[in-house]
């Protein structure tokens, strides 16, 4: 099924976030008189995502003696709630979201505990290809629990239909290969962009300034995409020309992500997503009860310059806020909840009983190889060589603390850009100027 996790973050939640995180700058975090204890005690997991299966945690508390209450907020909700009980030195759970794009907000504000405190994270590191997104100068504040990375699909029903015998490897090959399905009629809108003033489209073209060759920040935080020549702004014209050529439906301009994968690609009104989530193939296009394209979809290594591009990351982890009250607890928790048997088991290795409905696919390598070894990831082989050799961090340092606002910008200057409000140019000079002053701390 597809994954709710993976909806679009409204704007309301991260203006939220942001004002009280400003707050939590003053305030910082600290140790509450936490419980050592990890048996015998009862911890608070708060994630947005339904709880995996009973018999699982009763299992986890039969072996540990640590039981577990799970809560399942939606992601504007949950973010809100964990700044606002940081903010005010309170409790909120023991075990709570670290959303890859909030990183550098919560290692500055130290409102989570180190997990290298409780863990062996180095030893985690070569299991965990994206364990590199949730590390801040120099601590690891989440573990991720799944695997998630922007991939390209493609209908490959639609390009044989149009008369391509070979999947493109270069961007200029797969526009070229788009406008000829449009040509040939096999679709009138061959490519997905979700136009619409949200995080989706900043993400879209975060993967996109990647396939040109490209990074959207350096280490500082200073934009690397301000000239014409850079690939950010490649990324952006190319992007706004897909549309005005109409290889992108008109009414994208307010379309969002989720909304394009689900009644677009999913329905076989466009040819190929090239920023989707790894995971939709088995949990959405292959789903009869969601799809009129089954079987017809598939991955492909994103398209680059002269070959195939990385795969920029966006991954849900886990963490320890320092206000828990059973921090070990909680920790001996999230190393049973990310072990690679639990994450098989989630996937659907060992049958529907064990599996996770609101999981999309293992964080560690091990459980993905395992999984494409049984036959229980569709598109497995192409997956688990994109987790392990493709799939980067969108902020090799983290995300920047500033980063609400920071999308915000892209968002909503590349929107601007698509309906025709203002050129590309005044776009990607707005979110660089943008950029600038929140680097600078102003």
Not at 243 to 251: E, M, N, R, S, T
């Amino acid at each position: 099924m597809f994954s709710p996790r993976r909806n679009v973050r409204l704007t309301a939640g991260i203006a939220v976030l942001s004002s009280l995180a400003l707050l939590g700058t003053a305030c910082g975090g600290g140790d509450s008189g936490a419980s050592q204890e990890t048996t015998g005690v009862t911890i608070n997991v708060t994630l947005g995502a339904a709880s995996p299966p009973q018999a699982a945690l009763e299992a986890f508390t039969k072996s540990t003696g640590i039981k577990v209450n799970w809560t399942n907020l939606d992601w504007d909700s949950l973010q809100t709630k964990i700044a606002a009980a940081a903010t005010a030195k309170t409790y909120f759970a023991d075990a709570t979201d670290v959303d890859w794009s909030r990183v550098g907000q919560l290692g500055k504000l130290n409102w989570f505990y180190p997990m290298e405190k409780y863990l062996d994270t180095k030893k985690l590191t070569s299991d965990m290809p994206q364990l590199s997104s949730f590390t801040t100068d120099g601590h690891v504040v989440g573990i991720p629990y799944d695997a998630s990375f922007l991939v390209a699909t493609v209908n490959k029903k639609m390009f044989a239909d149009a008369g391509v015998t070979s999947m493109p490897t270069t961007i200029a090959q797969y526009t070229q290969d788009l406008k000829q399905i449009k040509a040939k009629g096999a679709v009138q809108y061959p490519l997905n962009i979700p136009f619409a003033a949200a995080e989706g489209l900043s993400t879209y073209w975060y993967q996109t300034t990647a396939a040109f060759g490209g990074k959207v920040l350096d280490e500082k935080g200073k934009p690397q995409f301000a000239s014409r020549g850079s690939a950010g702004y490649k990324a952006a014209q190319w992007m706004v020309d897909a549309l005005k050529q109409g290889l992108v439906a008109p009414g994208n301009i307010n379309v969002t992500d989720s909304q394009g994968q689900q009644t677009l690609m999913a329905h076989g009104q466009t040819a190929s997503v090239f920023g989707d989530y790894s995971g939709n193939v088995g949990s959405l296009y292959d789903v009869p009860e969601s799809s009129t394209v089954v079987h017809q979809v598939g991955y492909l290594p994103t398209p680059g310059v002269s070959g195939p591009g990385p795969n920029m990351s966006n991954p849900d982890g886990i963490g320890i806020p320092v206000n828990a009250k059973y921090p070990k607890a909680a920790a001996k928790f999230i190393e049973w909840f990310t072990s690679a048997e639990n994450q098989a088991d989630f996937a659907g290795l060992n049958g529907p009983d064990k599996a996770w409905k609101s999981y999309n696919m293992p964080s560690r390598l091990s459980a993905v190889e395992q999984l494409n070894k049984n036959g229980n990831i569709i598109g497995g082989d192409t997956l688990a060589s994109l987790l392990k050799d493709q799939a980067r961090p969108v902020f090799p340092g983290g995300a920047p603390k500033w980063y609400p606002e920071f999308s915000t910008a892209v968002y909503t200057n590349l929107h601007a850009a698509a309906t025709g409000a203002m050129s590309v140019d005044t776009a990607i000079k707005t979110i660089a100027g943008t950029t600038d002053r929140l680097a600078s701390g102003q």
